[in-house]
């Protein structure tokens, strides 16, 4: 697949990383020289230098043979203006990233259609609608939903306590259907199998119904524990997102902004919320502010520093819980060594929502999860396809990848070994980064594995 990928900031070169690994053609077009300089000294790409807005840089470039092109420069109108551009040249697939929320809050008019758009993406929206579902889950590390929300995902951390440890998942109570489909221990992803055992410590993906996942929690030792009260520091995008969306929650709402006209900004224009002009890691605004008392604090500034500063001075105040985001995905895995709860990036969670489009087969939707960055594939199995009319149990599955579960028109299924793939079959499938192309081969009509 050709792949052309406009603005080398955090997404764009997390995107032409992620694509380059897997061997497509991708093309870069970045007029900083720096930013130029880091993708050539890194990335085995084609790196373009010039503005997207001309024609003669997107020949160059390869618009004409182009699969995909995702326009994520900073800004809005050259993103819209490129994609535009590249559907005149026949471009199969343009994303565009759009922050501007007028653009997408248009009632009478399509920016999909009239400018030719498959995928208009907002980061900061898809990183406030993510925590908030974590807010409506907050035993879980992370949380995802399949299938119109039949299907739900959730990250778990297992306690000392927890009544599987010492237990390998033939073990596990199974009187509910559900699959763990994923083992994290020491930052190393195991597909389980029945003999694997489970540790205090270890984070498990749990996959069941969507009505039955507190049931199924409960089943395995997790509860789920109202919320209340929320405090977001920071009252940019994201934390004005989310603060949107809480408030259908009917939940207490605080939001912590340093900047003075910001603060009366989003004041004017959220309902239900708090907003509080000050310095987040000033101790004593923090202790005056009783944000001590907060069952979930989520940082979402632009600093990663501040963010991580004051997740640690609220958690020695009481928070049960800190989210804390950062931009520099490759710090994750040391944060999350010391005391906060939920680490995300936003850049991995919008690469999640453009890879569908990147995908072969009918894929639905692509989780991205963990550091190994594994992946949830939500696709339909065509017919003729090698996995249909196949029990599970006799398709050669790559060792590192399962099938989660099978939604079959409004019946959800969790199935085992005996279970049988229909065509039209939506399957939602876990597996890791090298096994992905057999993967999905397997859902491919008139596709072979050798």
């Not at 008019?109 to 974590?134: K, W």
């Amino acid at each position: 697949m050709k792949a052309i990928i406009i603005g080398a900031g955090k997404v764009g070169f997390s995107m032409a990383e992620m694509l380059s690994e897997e061997n497509h053609d991708v093309v870069v077009i970045e007029q900083s020289p720096e930013r130029q300089q880091i993708l050539e000294d890194t990335l085995d790409i084609q790196v373009i230098n010039g503005s997207a807005s001309s024609f003669s840089v997107l020949e160059a470039a390869g618009v004409r043979e182009a699969d995909i092109l995702l326009a994520v420069t900073e800004f809005d109108e050259l993103n819209m203006l490129a994609c535009m551009l590249a559907k005149q040249y026949g471009t199969r697939v343009t994303v565009a990233r759009v922050r501007n929320t007028e653009y997408l809050e248009l009632k009478h008019i399509s920016l999909n259609q009239l400018m030719g758009i498959d995928l208009i993406i907002n980061p900061e929206r898809v990183t406030a609608f993510h925590i908030a579902q974590i807010v409506k889950n907050p035993e879980a590390l992370n949380v995802d939903y399949y299938a119109e929300g039949k299907v739900q995902l959730v990250e778990l951390r297992i306690q000392p306590n927890s009544p599987l440890v010492g237990k390998t998942l033939t073990d596990a109570d199974s009187s509910l259907p559900y699959n763990i489909v994923s083992i994290v221990r020491n930052h190393k992803t195991i597909v389980p199998r029945g003999q694997d055992t489970f540790y205090a410590g270890d984070h498990i993906n749990l996959m069941a119904q969507s009505s039955d996942i507190v049931e199924v929690e409960k089943l395995l030792g997790f509860y789920r524990q109202k919320i209340n009260q929320v405090t977001i520091l920071g009252g940019g995008r994201t934390g004005y997102h989310l603060a949107q969306i809480l408030e259908e929650q009917k939940i207490n709402i605080k939001i912590i902004e340093k900047d003075l006209k910001r603060a009366e900004k989003i004041s004017e224009k959220l309902n239900n919320t708090l907003v509080i002009h000050g310095d987040g890691s000033d101790y004593q605004l923090l202790d005056e502010e009783n944000v001590g008392q907060s069952d979930i604090f989520v940082a979402v500034t632009d600093d990663d520093k501040i963010n991580m500063l004051c997740s640690l001075i609220v958690k020695n105040l009481g928070v049960k819980t800190t989210i804390c985001q950062l931009k520099r995905f490759e710090v994750i895995p040391l944060v999350e060594q010391i005391d906060i709860d939920i680490v995300l990036s936003p850049r991995i969670l919008t690469a999640g929502a453009i890879l569908k489009y990147i995908r072969r087969g009918d894929i639905v939707s692509v989780t991205i999860l963990g550091e190994e960055k594994a992946e949830m594939l939500e696709l339909f199995a065509q017919p003729g396809s090698i996995a249909v009319n196949k029990k599970i149990q006799d398709i050669k599955f790559p060792r590192g990848s399962v099938v989660g579960a099978v939604v079959r028109g409004e019946q959800v299924i969790v199935p085992d070994g005996n279970f049988k793939i229909n065509a039209f079959d939506r399957v939602i499938v876990f597996t890791l980064p090298q096994d992905l192309p057999k993967v999905e081969k397997l859902f491919l009509k008139g596709a072979w594995l050798f």
